[in-house]
């Protein structure tokens, strides 16, 4: 059971991760096509996952539900209200098709107003957090705030047209240390994901077969 | 002192309501500020402006309704910029939100039909695939591995436009649009790298500093924001939702600056008055 769980994970990584390798760094065709036709394979894991991970919330919720029903009726309206929304526009979907003008009802007044609104809602938290939190306590934090601050003030028309020198300063901020930074960052992390890349090539990475 | 000190525990509700009222009042008295282009916004536009006549350019669609008030100025000036100029257009969605928000904007606010656009000759629009970065890769290099039809169920060999088209080569410009700020990378790693095929990109304007490295080598320009839509508006002479946004912006912000400043002066006020107890 063992060597099921964790060798043959392992192995399955390994074989098709060379696979992908010999596509990539070299010109012999029946890899190019092995290549081509693994890569289009990802697209169709990709929609079974999202199914998969369907099956794992419902199951995670309800479990979630039980634990707590004697608490109240808000952890039931979290488990209900979630498969109702789903209900409603998959039902419109399947009922009306995606094309028909229920469903597009649907998603420009129903669907788009409550992602906007749970978006905006966001504002709220980042302006109270900004209060709290962007304070010149160190000069690590004054740099935070001294960039934040300039380039925010770039962004806006009304500080353009009356500071002048913000255009630049901001333009500044974000095309030359921001970019510094993020080229560093960049690279860093690709030669991080090299590694772990290699590493899990050679079976060595535990996170493939963790859980098993 | 006193009162300095208090300044950083101002009830945060105060800061709620006046950002509300300040953004609200723009929506119904206009300001009309001047907007100022920045060199992304501007090469971004070069970027559609410089293609020869009749070019093909892929819209990858990552656009998402709940992030849509930042980004319909960019996809609007966009659309009207391309359709203006006569490219043909492919466009194809990422996300699930794609093919609706393409199918408002096309049937009502952007009518490629209006611009002597014909479906299937001048334009087409493939609809979702949940592409990823593999996804990119696949449709760069064989679109019918990804696509057999187009959205509205027409296969690819029926529509004129896709006949003898299937991959990069036949692609002058790829416009990619994202919202998960990393996601840029796909476009150069699979686009930009292998193909050399020419890129630039729409996003939330949290995600331009994660764009900004990459530009102008491997991104010949960008939009970032509902900022970098009022900016296209004006560089393109296409008005739309952008002005309206931008003088909500520039006052709603003011709140967050004096707060921001208040929660600075209560904590020098704190430091230097626990120092002088000292």
Known sequence: MSTLKKEVPKLIVMVFGILMILGSY???????????????WTMTISAVSVW??????????????????????????????????????FGAGILYGVESSQYLWYFAHIYTNIGAAVYAVMFFTLASSAYRTFIASSWDAFALLAGGLIYTLRQIPLFQAF?????GAGEWIMLVPNVGGGRGAVIAAALGALALGIRTLMGKEATVTEGA | MSILRKLGKI???????TSLILTAIPLFVPIGLSVTLSEPVKDYYAAIQALP????????????AAL????????????????????????????????????????????????????????????????????????????RGVYQA???????????????????????????????????????????????????????GCCGPMAAPY???????????????????????????????SDSKSIGILPQLIFIAFGNIAYFANKFSKEDEQ
């Open chain 2, 68 to 143: 849509l008030d930042e980004q319909e100025a960019q996809f609007l000036a966009t659309w009207k910029t391309i359709f203006s100029l006569g490219h043909k257009v492919i466009f194809y969605s990422t996300t699930e939100d794609g093919p609706m928000i393409l199918r408002d904007h096309l049937g009502k606010k952007v009518i490629p039909e209006d611009y002597g656009y014909t479906y299937g000759v001048d334009y087409v629009e493939l609809g979702f695939s949940p592409l990823g970065e593999p996804g990119q890769a696949s449709f760069a290099a064989n679109i």
């Open chain 1, 52 to 89: 998969l991970g369907a099956v794992y919330a419902t199951y995670a919720n309800y479990q979630l539900y039980m634990r707590n029903r004697k608490e109240g009726i808000e952890h039931l309206i979290y488990f209900v209200v979630p498969f109702l929304v789903f209900g409603l526009q």
């Open chain 1, 26 to 40: 070299t010109t012999i065709p029946i890899f190019d096509t092995l290549n081509a036709e693994l890569t289009s």
């Open chain 2, 215 to 245: 530009y102008p080598s491997q991104i010949a320009g960008f939009l970032s924001g509902s900022g970098a839509g009022t900016e296209l508006e004006v560089l393109s002479g296409n008005p739309g939702p952008g002005a309206a946004m």
């Open chain 2, 11 to 17: 009830d945060y509700r105060w800061l709620y309501i």
């Open chain 1, 163 to 167: 500071i002048p020198g913000i255009v």
């Open chain 2, 150 to 204: 187009d959205s509205r169920g027409t296969p690819l060999d029926d529509l004129p436009m896709m006949i003898g088209f299937n991959n990069f080569e036949n692609i002058d410009l790829l416009i990619y649009e994202y919202t998960s700020c990393t996601d840029i990378e796909w476009a150069i790693r699979q686009w930009t790298v292998p193909y050399q095929t020419k890129v630039i990109a729409t996003t939330l």
């Open chain 2, 53 to 64: 006549e009749d070019s093909v350019i892929a819209v990858s669609f990552g656009g998402s």
